[in-house]
């Protein structure tokens, strides 16, 4: 799989307060143009690595040989992968194809990507549902991309692990497989942090992004072997920067 190398976008200190922030206006997100080079399935869709994502969408639908709604966790075993990428790029190419509804989730709670990418405001989103403060329905948003809608991480909590690991979160995963074809939970690298392992173990499969010429080689045996014992189900990995 090949990527173009980029730099996320830093969120601002506003940002990143503990609170101040509104829930989504109704199909806000859907005005926003999707311009930036990397997501390369919508700005360059012709282009290589638009059809190396194909690539990728094809592998992952022919395991789904049920047809049904399936939950993905994107991570990768260090950080700089550009999993954030790849998962916006998987979320289009997956929705080329009729009639599937793919939501993005920006299960960062420490660093979180998915919005600045789609030149989107912060808004209220995971956080918030899982601690009964906002209705699913409103942590929800539309973008300009058909078919493609996205779950910000809301107000980054003190306790990220405490949240991802719980039963509303189980809970939320399958109401959201009654609504979508596909979820693709965006997450931290599991080295740094202990999110990603806990949520392997509540969804249908795991993606991991592998940067190549960085990621060392241990790391990535490692961190497969860390998510398979705790329950995870690796479909495969994702080559970058090829």
Known sequence: MSS????????????????????AEHDEATAVSIE??????????????????RSLRNSITAL?????????????????????????NLAFAL????????LVIDGDLHGPAVESYLE???????????????????????TAVE????????????NPSELLGSDRMRALLNELK????????????????SDASLLGSKVDGIVLVVRLGKTPRHEVEQTYNN???????????????A
């Open 4 to 23: 173009a190398k980029s730099n996320p976008p830093t969120p601002s200190e506003a940002d990143l307060r503990p609170s101040g922030l509104k829930p």
């Open 36 to 53: 930036r080079e990397e997501l390369a399935v919508v700005s360059d869709p012709r282009g290589p690595i638009a059809e190396q994502f």
């Open 64 to 88: 789904n040989r049920d047809g049904g709604s399936h939950t993905i966790v994107m991570t990768s075993a260090v950080a700089g992968e550009g999993k954030t990428v790849a998962t916006l």
């Open 95 to 102: 929705a080329e194809m009729p009639g599937t509804q793919v």
């Open 120 to 142: 989107l405001p912060r808004r209220q989103g995971l956080t918030e549902i899982l601690s009964g403060d906002l209705p699913m329905e409103r942590g929800v948003r539309r």
């Open 147 to 158: 078919r493609v809608s996205v779950m910000g991480p809301g107000t980054l909590p003190l």
């Open 178 to 193: 009654q609504r979508f074809t596909y979820v693709l939970i965006d997450t931290p690298a599991v080295t740094q942090v």
């Open 227 to 241: 998510l398979e014992a705790l329950g995870g189900n690796i479909l495969g990995t994702c080559l970058t920067g």
